[in-house]
């Protein structure tokens, strides 16, 4: 009788350890319809992390691939071998989709949870001049940037916080945000007012986790329910358009999915909600990897059984970076709500051409929707391009008289930290972060290796890969 593996060994890749952080050999395996990688450390063991809670989806995940998109320069040279090359070196499969630039350690909130370890007793703001610089960097890495997200510690805090709106708006950046908590919009009506005059191509990336007092403080260590009710009045005031950002953490506000996207789909100013498990990395208080970690396909399958609006074939792999990205549209028609992902050919998706959505049976629902996307076909086309649509940014390009307030986009962004880091896919991280001295940097290895004072570890391990002569 052969003595059988409880798995299928389905792929081989390269990991970290999660203690050392030094590159390890890793098994991808199937065990119970469930996705887990297996890697160990000569010094530090053996470690099993769930990558996975859906092996179809993870699968379906590998026929989601297209063509890399590269940046107009490398800021540095292939050396150590990823990740400890960064960045964004040769060896890098993904242009910046969307890149930070972070103005001030300093916040008005000290967070339980968060990546880049900002309070209110951090003092450092960043100057206009290193502001610049670091815009300028992902200038000339671009050409023409997709997404600039001013960010933080709070960047609604930073002294000179309009002069950098207002630098920002004069570079080439397609769609600028701005990171917040969403305090100061909240407190001052005529802040908010102000942010409208940097529409369009503007928006609001705004923290709102959850509606449950007791998730608040663990999240953010504040009741905050005032506070979001408040700043998303002002925002939809005045329809500054804005993605509302939900941290997630297992068991505490992961039921609170679906309400959250239906609370987006009835405000004014609310093009989208974005949903982000908790990354493993910066200050992590009350958080266990073992147990309180959610996963990608977790999250997607919350979008589909609680939202009401979303079926499994409308939240799907983005295709630049499908491991960590999914995502689904949606057409807001008044008070109807009409899923639009799940009519897209994907097979013109991933042949780089224009996205297309197919209608089959409906054909009530394609006329009213022809009524209002322009098209290169004729009324009675079985086919509406949408150009631009499967994207992981908020850059649907629609028709003047539709505009960007019918689109309603979710997404599922999950960052990479080093108990599930695969080499192969950070490779294809499209979400940087603009290091002051010129480097774009993967946000995934950034909290990892480059954020206060954690290259000292890194330059440990180069020194063992490539020792000076």
């Not at 999660?18 to 000569?42: F, G, P």
């Amino acid at each position: 009788m052969p003595n059988n593996r409880p798995y299928l060994f389905y792929e081989l890749t390269n990991s970290i350890c999660s203690v050392c952080l030094r590159k390890v050999e890793a098994k991808i395996v199937i065990e119970d319809e469930r996705v887990y990688m297996l890697k160990t450390c000569m010094r530090h063991g053996r470690e099993k992390v769930l990558i996975a809670s859906d092996a179809a989806y993870y699968k379906k995940c590998r026929e989601f691939l297209k063509p890399a998109e590269m940046p107009l320069r490398w800021n540095t040279p292939v050396r150590y071998g990823c990740p400890y090359d960064c960045g964004l070196c040769p060896d890098h499969e993904q242009h910046s989709c969307l890149t930070l630039v972070e103005v001030t350690d300093r916040c008005n909130l000290q967070c339980p949870i968060c990546y880049a370890e900002s309070s209110p007793h951090r003092e450092s703001f960043r100057s206009l001049e290193q502001i610049e610089a670091m815009l300028d960097a992902i200038v000339r890495n671009e050409g023409e940037p997709d997404v600039v997200q001013i960010s933080g510690g709070e960047p609604t805090i930073h002294p000179q916080f309009w002069d950098i709106l207002d630098m920002a708006k004069r570079k080439p950046i397609k769609h600028l945000m701005v990171n917040t908590n969403g305090i100061r919009i909240a407190q001052d009506r005529e802040f908010a007012r102000r942010l409208a005059d940097y529409m369009p191509g503007f928006e609001i990336y705004l923290q709102f986790d959850s509606f449950e007092a007791h998730a608040l403080r663990e999240l953010r260590g504040a009741d905050l329910r005032d506070v979001r009710r408040r700043a998303v009045e002002h925002l939809n005031e005045f329809n500054v358009s804005t993605t509302l950002v939900v941290t997630l953490k297992k068991g505490l506000n992961d039921a609170e999915i679906g309400d959250v996207i239906r609370y987006g789909l009835k405000q004014r100013a609310v093009r989208g909600v974005t949903f982000q498990p908790i990354q493993a990395a910066g200050r992590t208080e009350k958080f266990d990897p073992a147990t309180d970690r959610l996963t990608l396909s977790e999250v997607r399958r919350h979008i589909i059984d609680q939202s009401g609006v979303f079926r499994p074939e409308d939240i799907i792999p983005v295709p630049c970076h499908p491991d960590c990205l999914a995502m689904g549209y949606a057409l807001k028609l008044g008070d109807e709500v009409v899923p639009l992902t799940g009519m897209i050919d994907p097979n013109v998706l991933l042949e780089g051409g224009r996205n297309t959505i197919v209608f089959e049976q409906d054909t009530s629902l394609k006329d009213r929707i022809f009524e209002l996307f322009s098209t290169a076909h004729s009324p009675s086309s079985s086919a509406l391009s949408l150009k631009n649509l499967l994207c992981c940014l908020p850059m649907a390009a629609v028709p003047d008289h539709i505009g960007y307030d019918n689109v309603f986009r979710v997404i599922v962004m999950q960052f990479l930290d080093a108990y599930n880091f695969d080499v192969r896919s950070v490779k294809k991280s499209c979400v940087h972060i603009a290091h002051p001295d010129g480097r774009i940097i993967p946000f995934d290895t950034y909290n990892l290796f480059y954020r206060d004072g954690r290259e000292e570890m890194l330059n440990t391990i180069r020194e063992e890969i490539a020792p000076a002569k």
